[in-house]
């Protein structure tokens, strides 16, 4: 599982989404490093009333960030071979549990950032079209920095994230293992209901 890892994955997230996105690959680097700076002096500019009402976090995520995650592919790669046994009454309440998941992971984490530089690399081509991933490193003083790469694609209106590896671990691979064990001890609505749980109780 990821854990400090988690952490610096979903601080580093708000650097990929925002405003319009280019459509060429070697624009992607320059915009996470100007949506980055943007989100954080956003977030800085509310700091105050973010920490008297935590909450208001999720409608800053909802605003900025969810519009430009591909959610849907998120989830069909988190659950593998088991999206399609789904119905589609499941497939969407999987798909709203596990983005509530997500999303309130990174609130966490957001809400806890401290300065952690990010260094953004060159863009690198996946040899698919429209695909491209973002390295970039994030370094805490006194730590090895921690590469962080984004896999992305242009839908047509925008770059949208659809996975990230966090030091060679994939966070769709991730959830895929603990999704699949979920899946085989109690089926899909046991998947749905645990996801439930967890937001319940503000886990990630």
Same mark, same amino acid.
């Given at each position: 599982?990821? *854990? ?8 580093? @997230?708000?650097?990929? @989404? ?13 915009? #996470?490093?100007?949506? +980055?700076? &943007?989100?954080?002096?956003?977030? =800085?500019? &509310?700091? +105050?009333?973010?920490?008297?009402? /935590?909450? $208001? ?9 969810? /519009? ?25 309440? $999987? ?5 509530? #998941?997500?999303?309130?992971? !990174? +609130?966490?984490? $957001?809400?806890? !950032?401290?300065? =952690?530089?990010?260094? !953004? $690399?060159?863009?690198? /081509? *996946? ?6 991933? #973002? /390295?970039? =490193?994030? &370094? ?12 992305? !694609? ?14 060679? +671990?994939?966070? #769709?691979?991730?959830? &895929? ?28």
């Amino acid at each position: 599982m990821i *854990t400090r890892r988690h952490f610096l994955l979903f601080v580093t @997230l708000m650097v990929l @989404l925002g405003g319009a996105v280019g459509a060429a690959a070697e624009d992607a680097s320059a915009l #996470v490093k100007q949506t +980055a700076e &943007r989100m954080l002096s956003a977030l =800085e500019a &509310r700091r +105050a009333d973010v920490n008297r009402d /935590p909450a $208001l976090i999720y409608g800053m995520i909802d605003q900025i960030l969810a /519009p430009h995650f591909d959610f849907k592919k998120i989830t069909q790669g988190a659950l593998g071979q088991h999206w399609r046994a789904a119905t589609p009454t499941q497939q969407q309440a $999987l798909m709203d549990g596990f983005k509530q #998941v997500l999303v309130r992971t !990174y +609130a966490r984490s $957001l809400l806890n !950032y401290s300065g =952690e530089e990010i260094r !953004y $690399l060159p863009v690198k /081509p *996946t040899g698919k079209d429209n695909t491209v991933i #973002v /390295p970039t =490193e994030v &370094r805490a003083p006194g730590s090895t920095p921690i590469p962080i790469d984004y896999r992305m !694609y242009n839908s047509g209106g925008g770059w949208k994230v659809f996975d990230v590896i966090v030091n060679s +671990a994939s966070l #769709v691979s991730n959830y &895929r293992s603990s999704f699949s064990t979920e899946i085989r001890q109690n089926g899909i609505d046991g998947l749905i209901t645990k996801l439930a749980e967890m937001n319940r109780k503000g886990q990630g």
